[in-house]
């Protein structure tokens, strides 16, 4: 049975539908992707904006088995289970310092975090998913990176690949397989501050 979930996402407000069209499910086809959509995943999060124009992101990516099952081991086993399948696995870093003055950046994280959402959002585009995951072991992935820990953050893997059938998830992922919800409105954005008066 190809057990493909449906999405019954709907917005406070009127909004593109590219933006909840975009979620992250755990099962995924082995399928490989080509080399246009991967490179063109990449050239989304080039664009997006970051502190003075830094773009302090960096994607570290494997689709050779081979490779790929290097940046598969990183991950905590909960992740393995599915994320393995994914035909591109990928760990996004962010460099703590700006390139020109050595100062420290405290806005690559945010900046990272754009490049991610640009490249959520432009596999969407493509007919793909991506699915971030902070679930790995820092210290293995620094080793297998090879990054230097003083140079730069590894903000999260990310698994990319085209959506699977869920009936193949063990019970407990395939009951989350679905596209989940969120806040209600009114406790992300407010005009009240002080906030500790707003929330
Ligand atoms: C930084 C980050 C870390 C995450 N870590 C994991 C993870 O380790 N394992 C996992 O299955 N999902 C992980 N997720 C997925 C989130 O649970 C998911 O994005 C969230 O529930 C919202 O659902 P949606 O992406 O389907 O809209 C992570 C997402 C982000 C952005």
Request: glycine share 4%; aromatic share 10%; charged share 25%.
């Amino acid at each position: 049975m190809n057990a493909k979930p449906s999405n019954a996402r709907t917005p406070d407000w009127d909004i593109d539908s590219m933006f909840t069209d975009r979620w992250s499910p755990r099962a995924f086809l082995s399928d490989p992707l080509t080399e246009r959509e991967i490179q063109t995943l990449f050239e989304a999060a080039r664009w997006a904006p970051s502190c003075f124009n830094e773009q302090p992101w960096l994607f570290v990516y494997a689709t050779a088995p081979e490779q790929r099952q290097k940046l598969v081991a990183c991950l905590v086993a909960k992740n393995q289970l599915w994320a393995g399948r994914a035909p591109l696995v990928l760990f996004v870093l962010s460099r703590r310092c700006f390139q020109k003055t050595g100062k420290e950046n405290r806005h690559a994280p945010f900046d990272a975090g754009a490049a991610w959402m640009a490249l959520a959002l432009q596999a969407r585009k493509l007919g793909l998913y991506a699915h971030a995951m902070a679930g790995f072991n820092l210290d293995k992935a620094y080793e297998t990176l090879g990054a230097p820990r003083d140079e730069f953050h590894i903000m999260a893997a990310i698994a990319v690949g085209r959506l699977g059938d869920a009936s193949e998830l063990p019970d407990d992922l395939r009951a989350m397989e679905s596209p989940n919800s969120r806040k209600p409105h009114a406790e992300v954005a407010t005009d009240v501050f002080p906030v500790l008066r707003a929330v």
